[in-house]
């Protein structure tokens, strides 16, 4: 089926969305101070801990059909990129609260139309999660479930220990049965598997060039392949995520392979519900990017100052070729900036865009 064409159209806007975005920006801002005052430092509004913070390459490949051959990725060649891999929460928690895990994926000297705000800059970032569709259709239903965990930042930690406990065990009974449960997940419910076994997903689509396009990272070296439903032993291990990351990447590094999932049907792959995944069964995700990342200290203080403290993750960081789409994209532009703004605050530390890939070793 011939894949569908980019045209401003696809996407419909609601007459509620500023309202909506508003709201999300105070529930973000209510998570920051919270964390603040705890703390004294200003975190993100979500995805807050990092358990691996990397510098590597993003090659795109040779050789790709016309359809895939599109903006970032129309011309094949090495780019240096940095990494962050995180937890959901939007306070730093011991791992044995078990979220949803996101990959931030920034690509460095990137040509072409910036998108608005992104002005001056040379880089394409590109968000994913590790669950194939969005917990939410969009972002009104979105904001309930935040709001949910936003009354419970920094508090009982012991009782979200329990509370994790139990959902990642319903977890599992839905999985028995061939399910996954984005909101259980999202509530504490994820198995205790190793970040880089795992696949991580945009869930919500994009523009790619002419076309419209979810992405997918997969694990490529059989290091990481190896890893797959592997479960870590997070007894008494508040920091287990980062020391198992660390010890991988330490030793071997490794590499994912960034796959494209092209939109070829509106109705059976929507633009404006993220929770719909896209079927795959005349669909599949093709590779179209190598993401490798050499033998390294995948997280210390000094890498935290770089990418926590002075780097932020945003898809609205691009090329107008790769505009994010759909109501929850649009609802992360105004939402992000103040939870950057906000951030830079508490911190006194300016956020800019890197120039360059390298990291403290």
């Known amino acids: 089926m011939t894949p569908v064409r980019y045209t401003p159209d696809v996407e419909t806007i609601e007459p509620d969305e500023a309202e909506v975005q508003a709201e999300l920006i105070e529930t973000f801002r209510s998570i920051q101070e919270t964390t603040h005052a705890d703390s004294g430092h200003g975190f993100r509004g979500v995805h807050a801990k990092s358990h691996a913070l990397l510098q590597g390459s993003f090659t795109v490949l040779d050789d790709l059909p016309a359809e895939l051959a599109q903006g970032l990725f129309a011309t094949p060649g090495r780019h240096d990129a940095l990494i962050r891999i995180s937890t959901g929460a939007g306070d730093v928690l011991p791992d044995s609260i078990s979220l949803l895990r996101g990959i931030?994926?920034?690509?460095?000297?990137?040509?072409g139309d910036r998108l608005e705000g992104s002005e001056g800059d040379s880089t394409q970032d590109f968000l994913l999660a590790n669950g194939i569709a969005f917990p939410a259709p969009g972002p009104k239903k979105f904001l309930g479930n935040l709001k949910l965990l936003a009354k419970t930042t920094d508090k009982v930690e012991g009782l979200k220990k329990a509370v994790s406990a139990v959902f990642r065990t319903l977890e599992k009974g839905v999985e028995a049965v061939g399910g996954e449960s984005g909101f259980l997940?999202?509530?504490?419910?994820?198995?205790?598997?190793?970040?880089?076994?795992?696949?991580?997903?945009?869930?919500?689509?994009?523009?790619?060039?002419?076309?419209?396009?979810?992405?997918?990272?997969?694990?490529?070296?059989?290091?990481?392949?190896?890893?797959?439903?592997?479960?870590?032993?997070?007894?008494?291990?508040?920091?287990a995520?980062?020391?198992?990351?660390?010890?991988?990447?330490?030793?071997?590094?490794?590499?994912?392979e960034l796959r494209v999932q092209l939109c070829r049907d509106l109705e059976a792959n929507p633009i404006e519900d993220a929770s719909v995944a896209w079927p795959e069964e005349d669909n599949p995700y093709i590779a179209v990017a190598r993401i490798e990342v050499p033998a390294q200290a995948a997280w210390n203080d000094a890498r935290a100052r770089i990418l926590d403290d002075q780097t932020s993750f945003n898809p609205w960081h691009g090329i107008q070729a790769h505009r994010p789409l759909g109501a929850v994209m649009r609802a992360r532009k105004p939402v992000y900036a103040a939870s950057v703004e906000t951030r830079s605050r508490f911190n006194g530390c300016p956020i800019h865009e890197p120039r360059h890939a390298d990291l403290p070793a």
């Not at 931030?104 to 040509?111: A, C, E, P, T």
């Not at 995520?241 to 994912?256: M, Y």
């Open 104 to 111: 931030g994926i920034k690509v460095l000297d990137v040509g």
């Open 185 to 239: 997940e999202q509530l504490g419910g994820h198995r205790h598997t190793h970040p880089l076994g795992e696949t991580f997903f945009s869930q919500a689509p994009i523009r790619y060039g002419d076309y419209i396009a979810k992405l997918g990272l997969f694990p490529l070296s059989p290091n990481f392949t190896a890893l797959a439903d592997e479960e870590i032993d997070i007894d008494g291990r508040d920091n």
């Open 241 to 256: 995520l980062r020391e198992e990351i660390g010890s991988t990447l330490a030793r071997d590094g490794g590499a994912w």
